[in-house]
């Protein structure tokens, strides 16, 4: 069932692919991204570009916290900066990880590049969501050629695409959709641990956001993971009130080996939360559920979750 609901938040994931937007400050399109939609051609654009290209569409309004808004009040997690904003079909599509698993009413996702390859004017778009008690569900849908309007329009203007060879926007403007799947009562009572993706010609993702369910564990999210300087890295998280996590650090999106991240810091009296454990490996939330620290990554990590301390 393909729905819309304005009260989801977002679920950050791993396994994004590549960089597709323009930042703001950029001089054009090809220098700003690591990766493009559909082919390996377009890109999106952040408000306040004011590089190459004479502008057509709407640029996308992305927020300080690097948040996406809908028409529907839905927000989805993209940041412009680094390689999180796309999985698409040049490899058929991918898996995505929670960073923290959880329970939802529904799921939303941020459609960002939608053909037509069955020659029907829909393409096809498919989620697998697995559980944590090796079940799964899989919800799949067709999305309208995002040159015309549909009903799961993610705005209510088409957006900006530059084409990454010569700087040149598309047309009027593509349309980004945003589709919705309900699940069913006795999913709702399942964790969902990840989403397989298998996206068919020309689709492509940029973000996931769902309803978690009333009265389950206050979902942990970590809302932004930033480098500050050298190996340093200052992570900001939200989860129960007054709770104690662990930072975990890994090669692998999997997290098949894991290091238990230690000597966390405070630099700012704002910061929220406080540390403790035997080697300052605990940070507690405050009593909104808030935390920040600072800590070093070094050597080929390239992942970073949290998780509730044993």
């Known amino acids: 069932m393909i729905t819309s609901h304005g009260a989801a938040e977002v679920i950050?994931?791993?396994?994004?692919?590549?960089d597709v937007i323009v930042e703001a400050e950029a001089t054009d399109a090809a220098s700003s991204t690591t990766g493009a939609i559909?082919?390996?051609?377009?890109?999106?654009?952040?408000?306040?570009?004011?590089?190459?290209?004479?502008?057509?569409g709407t640029p996308l309004a992305i927020s300080d916290d690097n948040i996406v808004t809908?028409?529907?009040?839905?927000?989805?997690?993209?940041?412009?900066?680094?390689?999180?904003?796309?999985?698409?079909?040049?490899?058929?599509?991918?898996?995505?990880?929670?960073?923290?698993?959880?329970?939802?009413?529904?799921?939303?996702?941020?459609?960002?590049?939608?053909?037509?390859?069955?020659?029907?004017g829909n393409t096809a778009f498919t989620a697998t969501v697995q559980f944590d008690d090796a079940t799964s569900v899989v919800f799949s849908a067709g999305i309208g050629d995002w040159q015309g309007s549909r009903e799961n329009n993610a705005f209510e203007t088409a957006s900006s695409y530059l084409d990454t060879r010569d700087n040149t926007y598309f047309g009027s403007g593509l349309?980004?959709?945003?589709?919705?799947?309900?699940?069913?009562?006795?999913?709702?009572?399942?964790?969902?641990?990840?989403?397989?993706?298998?996206?068919?010609?020309?689709?492509?993702?940029?973000?996931?956001?769902?309803?978690?369910?009333?009265?389950?564990?206050?979902?942990?999210?970590?809302?932004?993971?930033?480098p500050v300087a050298g190996e340093t890295w200052q992570l900001a998280l939200e989860g129960a009130a007054m709770t104690s996590y662990q930072l975990l650090s890994s090669d692998a999106l999997e997290f098949s080996s894991r290091i238990l991240i230690e000597n966390l810091t405070q630099e700012n009296p704002e910061d929220a939360g406080t540390i403790g454990g035997a080697a300052n490996d605990l940070i507690t939330t405050d009593e909104n559920g808030q935390a920040r620290v600072r800590f070093t990554l070094s050597g080929t990590t390239n992942f970073v979750r949290a998780e509730a301390a044993p």
């Open 12 to 18: 950050p994931v791993t396994g994004w692919k590549s």
């Open 38 to 56: 559909v082919r390996g051609i377009f890109v999106l654009v952040e408000a306040g570009y004011t590089g190459s290209g004479t502008p057509t």
């Open 70 to 120: 809908t028409k529907n009040g839905t927000e989805f997690l993209v940041d412009p900066t680094v390689d999180n904003t796309i999985r698409d079909e040049s490899d058929g599509g991918g898996t995505l990880m929670l960073v923290t698993p959880g329970q939802y009413q529904d799921l939303q996702f941020f459609i960002t590049g939608v053909g037509a390859g069955d020659g029907s």
């Open 175 to 226: 349309w980004n959709r945003e589709i919705s799947f309900d699940l069913l009562p006795e999913d709702q009572e399942k964790t969902i641990v990840s989403i397989e993706l298998t996206l068919a010609d020309r689709i492509a993702i940029s973000g996931v956001s769902g309803t978690p369910v009333e009265g389950a564990d206050a979902p942990l999210v970590i809302r932004s993971l930033t």
